[in-house]
């Protein structure tokens, strides 16, 4: 059974950048796209962008281009996500998920708790 | 504001049936794009409850359908149980701003 485990909870400055890591289990890692979704204190879900982890193309949501970058270690089977020149905006839940049919995501790691704070 | 306009919040009673709109534009759910739905339970990550409209990953129960009409998609639960209480999302893509786009949630409270 597939399933995605996250690192933990980072408190970081404004300024400052943050690398969120998404290890993978199980089969075909090679043949996803993955995904990084957030979701803010409202609630509200954003998607950054996806890596495929074949290849490791990648694409960002524009408003997250030049500040965000999605890397795979395919040998570790592992994802980061790093975001830099965070500002108190960017305090959030991260999360990791695999894509499915027509962009949708099936599976999803437990989230990673980032926070931006003086 | 987001993109796909969901209502704030639902409400029904056990083996009721509630339904949560999800309306777009021309530019997302008005195109051949499809339209995904989350359920988010308390404390937990959302999960794929429909995928494409209307189709339900293995282990959803039958009780969760959905639909579309013009730009807006639907999705329907009938015999509400307590266990079903959460938030629930929808996702599409715009051509427009060429992004995967959410719906600002619903919370579905079952009385």
């Known amino acids: 059974q597939a399933q995605f485990v996250q690192s933990g909870a980072e408190v970081k400055k404004p300024g400052a950048s943050v690398k969120v890591s998404c290890k993978a289990s199980g089969d075909g890692f090679t043949r996803y796209n993955f995904y990084w979704v957030r979701q803010d204190s409202g609630q509200r879900l954003e998607w950054m962008g996806w890596?495929?982890?074949?290849?490791?193309?990648?694409r960002y949501s524009h408003k997250f281009q030049g500040r965000v970058a999605f890397t795979r270690d395919t040998s570790a089977t592992t994802l980061y996500m790093e975001l830099s020149s965070l500002t108190t905006e960017d305090t959030a839940v991260y999360y990791c998920?695999?894509?499915?049919?027509?962009?949708?995501?099936?599976?999803w790691g437990q989230g990673t708790v980032v926070t931006v704070s003086s | 504001q987001s993109v796909l306009t969901q209502p704030p919040s639902v409400s029904g009673a056990p083996g009721q049936r509630v339904t949560i709109s999800c309306t777009g534009g021309d530019s997302n759910i008005g195109t051949p794009y499809d339209v995904h739905w989350y359920q988010q339970l308390p404390g937990a990550a959302p999960q794929l409850l429909l995928y494409?409209?209307?189709n339900t990953p293995s282990g959803v129960p039958g009780r969760f359908s959905g639909s579309k009409s013009g730009t807006s998609a639907s999705l329907a639960i009938t015999g509400l149980q307590v266990e079903d209480e959460g938030h629930y999302y929808c996702q599409s893509y715009d051509s427009r701003l060429r992004d995967i786009v959410f719906g600002g949630g619903t919370k579905l409270t079952v009385l």
């Open positions: 890596i495929n982890a074949g290849d490791g193309a990648t």
């Open positions: 494409a409209y209307t």
């Open positions: 998920a695999r894509g499915f049919a027509s962009d949708a995501f099936d599976l």
